[in-house]
């Protein structure tokens, strides 16, 4: 998996705004700044990140940008889903945006990648941005259950 450049910059910014969530709107110049994002980038992703309703504006000399929603009511996965799309190493094994193989059947790796993609499913849907933000230890969490299957 390979995250695009908007998922780079929208956790970015979001990861930014768990910090201010119930402070005051941040103004986007001060968030492109901040996050190293090209502010006519960001404003496409923060029209796409309220639209979904994980942050909310406020107009004039103090408005912006903060979370509209606690963070951790946001997982890495629906922010990777919203602007990625695709969670699957391969192709053939993406839930989302599946391409045929005519392999399949009996592809030595598929089931492997298959797999990959499930525990990494599964990681960055457990995963809030708060947990990430905070340097919480999801990983080790989700580890310790897959090794007692």
Sequence with gaps: MKISKKT????????????????????ISVLAREYGVPKRFLEQIMLKLKKKGWVESRQGKKGGY????????????????????????IGCVSVTAPQRCER??????????????????????????????????????VRKRCLRK
């Design 66 to 89: 903060r979370l509209a929603v606690a963070p951790n009511a946001i997982t890495i996965g629906e922010v990777v889903r919203n602007f990625s799309g695709v969670l699957a190493p």
């Design 104 to 141: 399949e059947k009996n592809c030595p790796f598929r089931g492997f990648f298959k797999e990959i993609r499930d525990h990494t499913a599964e990681l960055l849907d457990k995963a809030t941005i708060a947990e990430v933000a905070a340097g919480k230890a999801v990983v080790r969490k």
């Design 8 to 27: 780079d910059y929208a956790l970015r910014v979001l990861f930014g705004l768990v910090n201010t969530w119930r402070d005051e709107p941040v103004g």
